[in-house]
């Protein structure tokens, strides 16, 4: 099909460029004639993190899911991470898991991720459409409300401030076809809906008061451990802190603590080498004890999982759609968010292509898009959610877990607990499916494993010793 005949309008506006936001302003190529994208802050000359995106300077990982999306929305895009020095690290064979039952057995698994900052993502994505003609970035840009369309039905652009080469703040309109809000957690969309006349959505909030800290590293020359990275998962309730340290471009490692109210990481280097050396293993302490640090430490305290429910407004308002963390947000530890903003995107370019397919148009979208989307955002809720549940600190539970959450629960811990033995090398394989949204969690009930289950507790439970791993 040609580009014109599968356009939909003139303008489509994308307010905030950062991951939703830059995938779905490229989706949105092959629909508008012109796609402006809104963004509050400027974008970097160079890799780094900006302030629009606080949370860029924490460790982040994008799952194989988001990296294959992202691979097919820009083609060529993993190798220019790969040139720009991204690490290659095999997530079970490179990778020293210290989970609540002991250390992951490793193996060459082949299962290959990417490991890279934030910000080099973002910024090679954002240099991708710069080279699109149809694309207008407009910096500097505050969205501050949504005009609503002649009919009263919908939306029919946004009303901006811009700021001018003076510092001033020019106030204007934007009309467009159609408006996707990627402003991420802080999205201004339910007082913007509520000012046009329409309800705001339900919210649902979990939260467990995480704090985060990370900080760069030089790699030492003489660096020669036969794995890449290292993670010490929390054991909560016991447990609730936890380590990581990754390779990054640059010869970088980005070591990463977390852990939940009361307890806060500090921006003192002291405390924050404490915290690593209090972890079951002083592993990582160990290994960055005396490498040079290249950043300050960099201290964030995300607001946790919430869930915005767009699908279930009373009347939807056309040519309108949230994506992203606008919609769903998650306590990060479990790696979800960017991938689930993909997905996101995908699911955008599903139904705008099924409305090019039946020769219709952008009317009935908002609320097709907002239940699919919902749907998507089901899994990697509960995932998230049912873990963040076994945090002292936990926050916004309303129900206690039934017996089949429960049991769920209990089924997964087993499923992790073979991951620290030898032999359940494709239990281990398809559990690492699975955190990388892969396959589906229905795919660790399957019988084989099941029945490794039930072998394993009719043998023996052996205990772990985590200081067994520590470099010295
Ligand atoms: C500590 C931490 C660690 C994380 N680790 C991971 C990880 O390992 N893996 C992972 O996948 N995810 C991780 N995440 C989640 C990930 O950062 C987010 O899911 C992702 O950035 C969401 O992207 P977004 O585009 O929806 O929103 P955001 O990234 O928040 O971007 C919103 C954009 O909108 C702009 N904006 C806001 N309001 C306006 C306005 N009114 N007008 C114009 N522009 C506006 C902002 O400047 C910004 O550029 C982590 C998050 C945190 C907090």
Known sequence: MNRQSSILGQRAVVIGGSIAGLLTARILTNYFERVTILERD??????????????????????????EITEEVFPGLQDELLAKGAATVDMIGDVEWLNPFGWGYRFPSGFMALSFSRYILDWLIYHRLLEIDCIDFLEQTYVTELLKSEDGKGVAGVKIKQRNQTGEKIESNLSADLVVDASGYGSSAPQWLKSLGYETPEETRITTGMGYASRLYEIPSNFQENWKGIYIQAAPPERTSMGVLYPIENNHWIVGICDTYPNQPSKDENAFLEVLKQLPSPIIYNTVKNAKAITPIEIYH??????R??????????RFIVLGDAVCSFTPIYGQGMTVAALGAMTLND????????????????KIFQKRLAKINANPWIAATSQDAKYPSVKGLV??????????????????RLTTTANYSQTT??????????????????????????????????????????SS
């Open 399 to 416: 129900t206690s877990p039934s017996i089949a959450e429960k049991f769920i629960g209990w089924y997964m811990n087993q499923v992790i």
């Open 302 to 307: 995300p607001p946790g999982n919430r869930l």
């Open 351 to 366: 139904c705008l292509e099924n409305i090019v397919k039946k020769r219709s148009n952008l009317s009935g979208l908002t």
């Open 429 to 470: 394989l398809a559990l690492t499916e699975v955190f990388h949204m892969l396959k589906s969690a229905g795919t660790l009930f399957k019988p084989d494993i099941a029945v490794q289950i039930l072998k394993k507790i009719l043998g023996n439970n052996s205990q772990y010793s985590p200081n067994q791993k520590s």
């Open 42 to 67: 400027c974008f970097p000359k160079q890799p780094e993190p900006r302030k629009g995106i606080p949370q860029c300077k924490q460790l982040h990982i994008l799952l194989t899911k988001g990296r």
């Open 309 to 318: 429910h767009y699908e279930k407004l009373t009347h939807q308002p056309e």
